[in-house]
């Protein structure tokens, strides 16, 4: 089921209908749902290796000695994920999570930049006042922008962001 729903995702069809899924499958949808009693559920499902890989990418770079390179390769590689991982994009775009492990990763990945964010704010590497919550919507709308504007707009975009949340960018 799980690679069923996989691929219609990659394929672009981010609706996620459980009975497409059940079908592509080869299972009846009541067994979908027994599993994965929401969309959420399933999306949440789908996202959690890349959700874990993020939050310890977050952790290294909270502990990177340099602290702007923490900066910009946490922001990369949340981009990157995000990217290879639409399941994963949809999770992090929510508010809320369906699934309490989703709930706990979520926690994880907050404390670890807000970890990166005290020691890039003390460092003088960015402006204060930006929060775990202002990089996770930067992140979301530099994805779309990325998807927008094509794969050659990456580096731009993401220097782009860099210097905006830079201390001196004001």
């Known amino acids: 089921m799980l690679r069923a729903a996989r691929d219609r995702i990659t394929a672009g069809d981010l609706d996620l209908p459980m009975n497409a899924v059940a079908k592509a499958a080869g299972v009846g949808v009541g067994t979908v749902y027994r599993h994965f009693p929401t969309r959420q559920v399933l999306l949440e499902s789908l996202a959690a290796e890349h959700f874990t890989r993020l939050v310890a990418t977050a952790d290294r770079a909270a502990a990177a000695p340099d602290v702007a390179a923490g900066v910009t390769d946490l922001l990369r590689s949340a981009l990157e994920s995000q990217r290879v991982d639409p399941a994963l994009a949809l999770v992090l775009a929510r508010p809320d999570a369906a699934c309490p492990e989703t709930v706990?990763?979520?926690?994880?990945?907050?404390?670890?930049?807000?970890?990166?964010?005290?020691?890039?704010?003390?460092?003088?590497?960015?402006?204060?006042?930006?929060?775990?919550?202002?990089?996770?919507?930067?992140?979301?709308?530099?994805?779309?922008?990325?998807?927008?504007?094509?794969?050659?707009?990456?580096?731009?975009?993401?220097?782009?962001?860099?210097?905006?949340?830079?201390?001196?960018?004001?």
Do not use: F, H, K, S
């Not at 979301?140 to 949340?165: H, I, N, P, Q």
């Open 104 to 170: 706990e990763l979520g926690r994880a990945l907050t404390a670890a930049v807000n970890r990166l964010l005290e020691r890039a704010r003390a460092a003088g590497v960015i402006r204060p006042g930006i929060t775990a919550a202002d990089i996770q919507a930067l992140l979301c709308g530099l994805r779309r922008a990325v998807e927008v504007g094509g794969d050659t707009t990456t580096d731009r975009y993401l220097d782009v962001l860099v210097r905006g949340l830079r201390a001196d960018a004001g």
